[in-house]
C-alpha cells in the first residue's frame, strides 16, 4: 500500500519505521528537521531539546520501547534507578519511604482510600486532587507528579487516568532515557525508514487532506500526491481544520497542557542518580532530573545537564517563569545535595502552549486515533488511556497498526 503521513514527529517516525517494511512510506514534515518536540537541540555543547526532558515515562519495557523493539531500530532506553524520589523538607524520599511521614489517621484515611479505588466505589468523574484531600503530603506528592507526567495540576487530572497510569506503572515500571537522548531515537528511527525504502520530505507543510468517501477514488496530500491510507501526525485540531473530514466537535474538544522547561548547566553534579526529583513543595517547580548521568554526551565535557519542568498555571507565562526561577533558587540556595548557587547556570528557559504545547490533548481529552479505514491520527492529541506523554504516543501508534493489521 501507499501510505502518506503528515509531520515527522515520534508518532509519524514510529508508523513509518514500522509500517515502511511492507508499505510503500513517505513523510511531509513542515519544520526543516524532523523529530518534533521530541529532539535535541545543540547548545553551546549540551544537548537541549526542542521538547522532551529525555525521558520516557515507563522506560525499556512501557509501549514506547515495545515500538523501538518492533521498528528494529536498535535504539537504547536506559532504565532509571530509582524509579524516582520525593522531596519533602530538603530530604529525598522513595515512594515507600513516604509512609514514615504519614500520621497514624492520615494512613487509616488512605487505606480506606486505596479500598475504595480497589473497589471501584468513588465516583470516577472526580478529580485526582480532590480524591487526595485530606492528605496534605498526598496532595503535595501527587500535585509534583501529575505537573512532572502530565503538565496539569491534580485538580486537572481525572482519577480514571491516574488509575490507568498506576495499573501501567505496576506492570512496566518507572522511566528511562535513551542513549544520545531524545535524538537518539528520532536518528535510529530515520535509519530504518530510509534503509526499507521510506521517504521523508522536509519543508513541506501540508496544507490540504482529501479522504474520498469512494472507496474506488484515492487519498490526496496537497491535492497532487495519491495514497491508499494516510496517517497525520499533525494536532487533531489542525489535522480537521486541513482535512475534509469533520471528526472532533465541542463535545470530544482536545484541551492541550502547559508547561515551563528550563535547562541548567553545573560543574558540580546536583543530582546522583539518573531519574527524577519531584518537588513537592515549590510553588511551581515539580521535579527535575539530570539526563547527563546517563550519557555524558548531553552535556559539555565536565559538565552536567540539569532540566526542570513546570506546569504553567496561570495564564500571565512572565510571572510563571518568575516563580519556577524562585523555585529553582531556593533548593540550590538550600544546598539541595551540598553545592552552592553559583555553582549553575541558567541555559534555557523554553515556554509551551497553544499550538506548541506539552500535551495537545491533556490527559482525559484525548481524540480517538482511528478515523476511518483510510484515515488515522496519531500523537500526542490522541494518546491512550493512562499513556503518559511518549507512552501516549506510542498507545495510539500500536492502536492504529493493530486496526490496519485487522
Ligand atoms: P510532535 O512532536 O509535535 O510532531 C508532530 C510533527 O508534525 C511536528 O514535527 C510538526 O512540525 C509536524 N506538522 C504539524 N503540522 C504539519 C503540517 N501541516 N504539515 C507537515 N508537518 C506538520 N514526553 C515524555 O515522554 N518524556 C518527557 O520527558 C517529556 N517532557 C516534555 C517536556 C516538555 C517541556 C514538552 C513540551 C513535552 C514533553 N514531553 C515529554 C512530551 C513529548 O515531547 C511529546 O508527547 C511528543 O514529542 C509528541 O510527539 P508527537 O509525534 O505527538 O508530536
Known amino acids: 500500500m501507499k ?10 517516525l514510529f508508523s513509518a519505521a514500522i509500517l515502511s517494511k511492507n508499505h510503500q512510506i513517505t513523510i511531509y514534515e513542515k519544520l526543516p528537521y524532523i523529530g518534533g518536540r521530541f529532539t535535541n537541540l545543540n ?28 521498528s528494529n531500530c536498535g535504539a537504547k532506553i536506559i532504565n532509571s534507578n530509582p524509579d524516582g524520589l520525593f522531596r519533602i523538607n ?4 522513595g515512594f515507600e519511604e513516604l509512609k514514615k511521614l504519614v500520621s497514624f489517621k492520615d494512613k487509616l484515611k488512605a487505606l480506606k482510600m486505596l479500598t475504595d479505588l480497589k473497589l471501584g466505589t468513588i465516583d470516577k468523574n472526580m478529580s485526582f486532587g480532590t480524591f487526595l484531600e485530606g492528605i496534605p503530603i498526598a496532595e503535595k506528592v501527587g500535585n509534583s507528579f501529575t505537573g512532572w507526567a502530565l503538565s496539569l495540576s491534580s485538580y486537572d487530572t481525572p482519577i480514571d487516568e491516574v488509575i490507568a497510569i498506576s495499573k501501567h506503572y505496576h506492570k512496566f515500571g518507572g522511566p528511562g532515557i535513551p542513549m544520545g537522548g531524545c535524538k537518539g531515537i528520532i536518528d535510529a528511527l530515520e535509519t530504518v525508514i530510509l534503509k526499507n525504502g521510506g521517504k521523508i520530505y522536509t519543508n513541506y507543510n501540508v496544507d490540504k487532506i482529501y479522504v474520498p468517501e469512494n472507496p474506488g477514488e484515492k487519498c490526496s496530500i496537497n491535492d497532487d500526491n495519491e495514497f491508499d491510507i494516510l496517517i497525520s501526525n499533525a494536532s487533531p485540531l489542525i ?7 469533520k471528526f472532533i466537535d465541542n463535545e470530544n474538544m482536545p484541551i492541550p497542557s502547559k508547561g515551563i522547561k528550563i535547562s541548567i548547566g553545573s560543574k558540580n553534579k546536583l543530582i546522583n542518580h539518573n531519574s527524577v526529583v519531584f518537588t513537592t513543595e515549590s510553588e511551581r517547580l515539580n521535579g527535575f532530573n539530570q539526563p547527563s548521568n546517563v550519557d555524558k554526551s548531553l552535556a559539555k565535557e565536565g ?14 507565562v512572565n510571572d510563571e517563569i518568575d516563580l519556577v526561577l524562585e523555585d529553582i533558587d531556593d533548593i540550590f540556595a538550600n ?31 484525548d481524540v480517538k486515533p482511528v478515523i ?8 500526542d492529541g490522541v494518546k491512550g488511556k493512562g ?14 497498526l493493530a486496526h490496519l493489521n485487522k
Open 387 to 400: 499513556g503518559i506523554e511518549v507512552e501516549g504516543v506510542a498507545l495510539s501508534v500500536l492502536e492504529v
Open 43 to 70: 547548545y553551546k555543547g549540551y544537548q537541549l531539546t526542542t521538547g522532551a526532558l529525555h525521558m520516557v515515562p515507563h522506560g525499556a519495557n512501557g509501549f514506547f520501547g515495545q515500538l523501538v523493539e518492533q
Open 239 to 245: 489535522t480537521q481544520k486541513i482535512s475534509n473530514l
Open 90 to 93: 530538603n530530604t529525598n524520599y
Open 303 to 316: 559538565h552536567n545537564l540539569i532540566m526542570a519542568h513546570a506546569t504553567q498555571i496561570k495564564n500571565n
Open 372 to 379: 476511518n479505514d483510510r484515515f488515522y491520527l496519531v500523537g
Open 335 to 365: 544546598e539541595f545535595v551540598g553545592h552552592k548557587k553559583e555553582g549553575y547556570k541558567i541555559l534555557a528557559i523554553q515556554t509551551y502552549r497553544d499550538e506548541c504545547p506539552v500535551n495537545h490533548a491533556s490527559n482525559g481529552t
Open 3 to 12: 501510505i502518506g503521513i503528515i509531520g515527522a514527529g515520534l508518532g509519524g
